[in-house]
């Protein structure tokens, strides 16, 4: 009991705290469409075209014919292939101090990166992580695959 | 067959077949850097830090691999694919203690015009720097006023305002380090940021 009342005051402390990624945020923004690509906010799905910009919480999800390139602020290249949901769950950076954090969810397809400025300033303060693994980078381009058909 | 036992023998199928849930590939970096990631599960870590080291996860663990560009393509191709243009970097030079370009900056900014043209949906991002003449405070509106008339004469020649930001970073992140009061022209600039 006493936990749930932690986690919900933790909760609580994230969307009221200055400074921290909340939901809404400007992350990044779409420069590469193709096929089926849709953002979902606050519960509801729009069709993602090229100029779109990409806020913190956005669930990013391509069709079987899709894929999407997103450049964050801090010029972290994200893209996605066909059958994806990436989730920008959390981002901040401050232009003038260069300081930052990112969380980004793999749930399912494939995703490639190419960190940026958050990763090669602070790199402890990003994280990738799929269903199962937390991805830590040291300035770094990989991919990561997930499969299954998690939508969630 | 019903739905359970059909997804039942779909599972024994794939665990028959060693099957991969998830997998992670370290690429070279662009720029040839050297670069690592780490992955991490509930029973530990792999680190990836060589080109195309891999690991993949089946049956609950993940495991180190060597994977290989044909690998990479066939897999990822499509993701690849869709990667954004990487962010261009520009740096442009002031004459001492003022806001006016020097003559080679000037001619560049054509350059930077035409870059932001071509790109689809781009962003500037206009960065001041100052030398470390004077003091922080000073240095810190200097750069401020730098990156902004910077970022007028782009508006003037034809650049949305609405797709750019100037920030001024002052003396903090000098282009070659000197002690406090040198007149070091390398630092007196305006770094440009096309993404």
């Given at each position: 009991m006493i936990k749930t009342h932690w986690a919900a005051l933790c909760v609580l402390a994230a969307t009221i705290a200055p400074g921290m990624a909340a939901a809404g945020d400007a992350a990044g923004m779409v420069k590469v469409v193709k096929g089926t690509v849709s953002i979902e906010r606050n519960g509801k799905r729009q069709t993602a075209g090229v100029g779109m910009p990409v806020e913190v919480a956005d669930r990013i999800r391509t069709g079987a014919d899709g894929s999407v390139g997103v450049t964050l602020r801090d010029n972290t290249l994200l893209s996605a292939g066909p059958n994806s949901l990436v989730v920008i769950e959390k981002f901040a950076f401050d232009n003038t101090t260069q300081d930052g954090h990112m969380s980004v969810g793999i749930r399912r397809g494939t995703l490639s990166v190419a960190s940026g400025k958050i990763a090669k300033r602070t790199p402890e303060s990003v994280d990738f992580h799929t269903p199962t693994s937390v991805l830590g980078v040291r300035g770094t381009e990989f991919v990561v695959e997930v499969a299954g058909d998690r939508d969630e | 067959m019903n739905k359970a036992k059909l997804s039942l023998a779909l599972a024994g199928l794939l665990v028959l077949a060693g099957c991969t849930t998830e997998r992670v590939v370290l690429l070279p970096s662009a720029n040839g850097a050297s670069s690592a990631v780490v992955v991490r599960d509930a029973k530990g870590e792999v680190l990836l830090d060589k080109p195309y080291a891999a690991v993949k996860r089946s049956l609950d663990a993940n495991t180190g691999y060597q994977s290989s560009p044909d690998e990479v393509k066939a897999r990822f191709a499509g993701a690849l694919a869709a990667q954004p243009a990487r962010p261009a970097s520009y740096v442009l030079y002031f004459e001492a203690g003022g806001n006016v370009l020097t003559p080679e900056s000037q001619s560049a900014l054509t350059t930077i015009r035409q870059e932001i043209a071509e790109r689809a949906a781009s962003e500037v991002m206009v960065i001041g720097h100052t030398d470390r003449v004077g003091s922080v405070e000073d240095n810190d509106r200097l750069s401020q006023k730098r990156a902004e008339g910077l970022r007028d004469l782009l508006v003037e020649s034809g650049?949305?305002?609405?797709?750019m930001e100037a920030v001024g970073r002052g003396?903090?992140?000098?282009?070659v380090p000197t002690a406090d009061e040198v007149d070091e022209p390398k630092n007196r600039r305006v770094e440009i940021s096309v993404r």
């Open positions: - | 650049v949305p305002a609405e797709k003396e903090r992140d000098p282009l």
